[in-house]
């Protein structure tokens, strides 16, 4: 007999499907509603600023009191449509493709390929023709940058190909459209769905943003337009504790998706999961605790901050379709907007426009115990 399915994969089918242009009709995009009609969507007012980090050097937020929104149907999650200056999502951009995926921090390739210790998206962009490049970067980038490694000599825990010894190389543009995750801080361990396999340093500035995340939504109140105060508190964890533990970055071409899953792993699940996003938007789904629970579609943008706390820090969530063509012109245009201030930081800007043209890029932070 055939098993019915979920409303969680019915949803990820009807929003999966790639023929012809996406069907955004039912898809919620919090910064274009109308949050004062009572419906699904209500809009927040967080109590705390949006404050600067310390740790970063240049205007990170636009405004101190964004506006923020939850959906009804959805107790304790939180969407702040873009908060961020055009500098800190490219500086976001940088951090998640050249810092964090260097060791010790882990990627997807790790248990097939041996990487460069510098990044290999600095590798992959450097253009063949080149002549600043010194020769031997210039062939790695070209022919020889990795090389499979002997699956005898596994780390337990870790899935690899079966077979014995064999090497291939890979060039380092081919080797970066697959790159799918990098794990931060405590080190996940896919197979075994725990946190076993080490802890690498938690990138600082990366963690001082989450952490002025976390504080900034402490707390919000909403905007009970229709009267009723019968909303569940949004988050009552106090953001100043929050501390990055552990983090995961996605990388998304605008094929990819991410199944349905819950993150349950952490001890502390009173404490948000903070996520942002950089790049091509999506349509994210986000349901409850069973995948029994119909989900609801939201767009996210470059930009956008999402946190899963209160009850939906426990609910099923997923990435169904990313939406191709949709990263602003401030990522992928070089010499849109404040062209002098982005060649003066960013010279090798170009090569991040490319990418974020055609990836979207998802990096979260946890907090994985009580402490
Ligand atoms: O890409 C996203 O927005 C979701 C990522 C996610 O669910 C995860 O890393 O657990």
């Known amino acids: 007999m055939q098993q019915q399915q979920t409303a969680f994969r019915r949803a990820e089918k009807k929003h999966k499907a790639r023929r012809g242009l996406p069907n955004l009709a039912d898809v919620i995009d ?40 939850t959906l009804r149907d959805h107790p304790g999650l939180i969407v702040i449509p ?17 810092d964090c995926t260097r060791p010790p921090n882990r990627t997807n390739l790790d248990p097939f390929f041996d990487l460069p210790s510098q990044s290999l998206f600095a590798l992959a962009s450097l253009p063949s023709n080149n002549r600043l490049a010194n ?22 825990g870790i899935s690899r190909p079966k077979g014995r010894i064999y090497t291939q190389s890979a060039p380092a543009a081919d ?75 996605n990388y998304y071409d605008d094929r990819a998706s991410m199944a349905g899953h819950v993150d349950k792993t952490e001890e502390s ?9 950089v790049g091509l ?3 994210y789904l986000i349901g409850g605790p069973t995948r029994d629970t119909e989900p609801t579609p939201l767009l996210l943008r470059s930009g956008d901050v999402l946190a899963m706390c209160g009850d939906s820090r426990l609910a099923f969530h997923g990435v169904p379709r990313v939406l191709p063509d949709t990263a602003p012109e401030y990522l992928t245009q070089p010499n849109a907007g404040d062209a002098d201030d982005v060649a003066a930081r960013y010279p090798e800007w170009h090569n991040f426009a490319v ?10 932070a946890r907090k994985c115990s009580q402490k």
């Open 355 to 364: 990418y974020l043209g055609t990836h979207r890029i998802n990096c979260n």
């Open 281 to 283: 938007s999506c349509i």
């Open 135 to 156: 020769t031997s970067m210039r062939e790695e980038s070209q022919h020889l940058v990795a090389s499979r490694v002997q699956s005898d000599s596994i780390d337990a």
């Open 269 to 277: 699940m009173d404490a948000p999961l903070i996520s942002l996003s």
């Open 82 to 98: 873009n908060p961020f200056t055009a500098e800190a999502q490219r500086w976001l951009a940088r951090k998640c493709l050249c």
């Open 175 to 249: 080797l970066l459209e697959h790159l799918r995750w990098c794990t931060l801080g405590q080190q996940y361990n896919w197979t075994t769905k725990e946190y076993d396999l080490g802890t690498s340093a938690f990138d600082r500035e990366l963690n001082a943003l989450m952490h002025s995340i976390a504080e900034a939504i402490s707390d919000p109140a909403y905007a009970a337009c229709d009267g009723s105060e019968d909303w569940p508190r949004i988050n009552s964890y106090d953001g100043s504790e929050f501390v990055s533990q552990a983090g995961i970055i």
């Open 30 to 69: 919090v910064s274009t509603i109308d949050a004062s009609d009572g419906a699904a969507v209500r809009q927040l007012s967080l109590t705390r600023d949006m404050c600067q980090p310390s740790a970063l050097p240049f205007q990170t937020f636009c405004q101190d009191r964004p506006p923020a929104y």
